[in-house]
């Protein structure tokens, strides 16, 4: 199976920067995702990567490092509206393309 | 991305019952999940909707409690059976394009078991 973990609760302010650690213990590794969900809603893709490095798409960009098993995911500019569950997930080749979530974060933005 | 339905968006059925879940997709996709979310926990995978053979499962989840169907390239169904109080959940399905690795979810159902 994998192992996922994540924090279970972030809380930053307004116009902050604030980054996500997402760790994970798994084999054959074959991608890492970033989803946002607003309660009540369903997941939204943010991020994928399944190389080592950097993703920037606008304010979040997401990080990976396949040889320390290690992702975050990087909110700049936070906005009122940033306050979700930020859901980490990984797919490993023998399952297809399904994706295994971490437990989230809980992020709250503050004013 | 994808447009995706599901039907019922929610129910509320009694214990001992089923309810079979539809997910419709706008266009052809390779693959199709179904996934669990109980009340505050993140998601788990249920099973893998294969196209004209039998779905895959995963730990803890079976055909005879959950049966999944996938006719086509767009559609698949999943049932759940004999429900009981611990079944209430929220249901989705994912999809994914052949041509890359992004996975949209549907708006999801809402399920609770009296």
């Known amino acids: 199976g994998q192992n996922i973990d994540q924090p279970t609760e972030m809380t930053a302010t307004e116009g902050a920067i604030v980054q996500i650690n997402c760790t994970y213990q798994?084999?054959?590794?074959?991608?890492l995702f970033w989803y946002q969900q607003h309660a009540g809603e369903a997941p939204t893709f943010l991020s994928y990567?399944?190389?080592?490095g950097l993703e920037e798409k606008g304010r979040f960009s997401s990080f990976l490092s396949r040889s320390k098993g290690y992702s975050y995911l990087l909110l700049k500019e936070l906005q009122m509206k940033d306050s979700a569950s930020y859901l980490c997930?990984?797919?490993?080749?023998?399952?297809?393309?399904?994706?295994?979530f971490g437990k989230g974060t809980s992020l709250l933005v503050t004013p | 991305s994808a447009v995706i339905s599901q039907k019922p968006s929610r129910d509320i059925c009694q214990r001992g019952t089923s309810l079979t879940i539809q997910c419709q997709v706008d266009?052809?996709?390779?693959?199709m999940f179904w996934y669990r979310q109980q009340p505050g926990q993140s998601l788990t995978l249920i099973a893998t909707?294969?196209?004209?053979?039998?779905?895959?499962?995963e730990s803890g989840f079976v055909i005879d409690k959950f049966p999944i169907s996938r006719p086509n390239l767009t559609f698949s169904t999943l049932t759940v059976s004999n429900m009981s109080p611990e079944d209430s959940s929220i249901y989705l399905c994912?999809?994914?394009?052949?041509?890359?690795?992004?996975?949209?979810f549907g708006p999801g159902t809402r399920l609770t078991v009296l």
């Open positions: 994912s999809v994914q394009r052949a041509y890359n690795n992004e996975q949209f």
């Open positions: 798994t084999s054959g590794f074959n991608g």
């Open positions: 990567n399944v190389l080592d």
């Open positions: 997930a990984v797919t490993v080749s023998n399952s297809g393309y399904a994706l295994n």
């Open positions: 266009s052809q996709v390779t693959m």
């Open positions: 909707a294969n196209q004209g053979s039998e779905a895959t499962y």
